[in-house]
């Protein structure tokens, strides 16, 4: 696995993890391990990682977006599972499914790490415009932002819309990818409401909550209702039994 020729470029967080020194202290074991013996098989570096970090008790998140980090690690300690931030660049394809999208993030995540991880993609699907921006939603974010999209919408009165999320989780010995995913519906907003979240939590007010934008929600509010907690938690249940 590539994990042990790359593991040195790959910058891990952790944050507020009850496993936190556990997860550090075990990198440097497996990194010490690997400098030792490039020429393992890959059946003996899959034991070594499963045994290193048991399933349902370590996942790492391989994500470069702090933001969702802190939210799912929230999410995952509700089911006692520590998670490290992984900040490895991965494919990005240009795909119509999230899900295919979150999919080939994970296996190329995978071949770089060798560390079971999740990766996860999300959209905001608007029905006035299509599903517009969907799975483009991050390319969309940044050439347009939520102004860009408050444009378009200036004329329009039907402003449903929904945020889906794909969590895709991978490991050395799940090379294919389990995918979970989250739904939520709303609606777009006539302004930015709020300066917490990220990207277009100022536009977008979940229903049943209050009238509130996700911008104008803490953590905590937040993952009761987002698209991405509901995925996490779908990953988590699964991943703890």
């Known amino acids: 696995m590539a994990f042990y020729k790359n593991v040195s470029n790959i910058s891990v967080y952790l944050l507020n993890s009850p496993f936190g020194n556990l997860i550090c202290l075990r990198l440097r074991i497996i990194m010490r391990y690997c400098s030792q013996d490039m020429m393992r098989t890959r059946e003996v570096q899959e034991r070594n990682v499963s045994a290193y970090f048991p399933k349902g008790k370590v ?75 969907g799975p483009y939603s991050s390319y969309v974010y940044r050439t347009l932002g939520t102004r860009g999209i408050l444009k378009l919408m200036d004329k329009e009165s039907q402003r449903e819309a929904y945020f889906l999320s794909v969590v895709a989780f991978s490991s050395p010995k799940r090379l294919r990818p389990i ?48 698209h991405r907690a509901q995925a996490l938690r779908k990953f988590a249940s699964w991943y703890s039994k």
């Not at 995918?179 to 519906?185: A, D, L, R, T």
């Not at 409401?193 to 104008?216: C, H, S, V």
């Open 59 to 133: 996942v790492f998140f391989a994500t470069g977006n702090f933001h969702k980090f802190d939210e799912a690690r929230r999410v995952l300690a509700e089911f006692k599972i520590a998670t490290a931030m992984l900040r490895v660049k991965t494919i990005e394809i240009q795909d119509d499914s999230i899900e295919n999208i979150a999919k080939t993030s994970a296996i190329d995540a995978l071949r770089k790490t060798g560390l079971p991880l999740i990766v996860e993609d999300a959209g905001l699907f608007i029905e006035a415009l299509n599903g517009f921006p």
């Open 179 to 226: 995918c979970f995913q989250g739904k939520v519906e709303g609606t777009i907003t006539h302004k930015e409401r709020g300066k917490k979240g990220f990207g277009f939590d100022p536009i977008f007010e979940p229903l049943g909550a209050n009238e509130k934008t996700f911008a104008e929600m803490e953590a905590e509010q937040k993952n009761e209702y987002s």
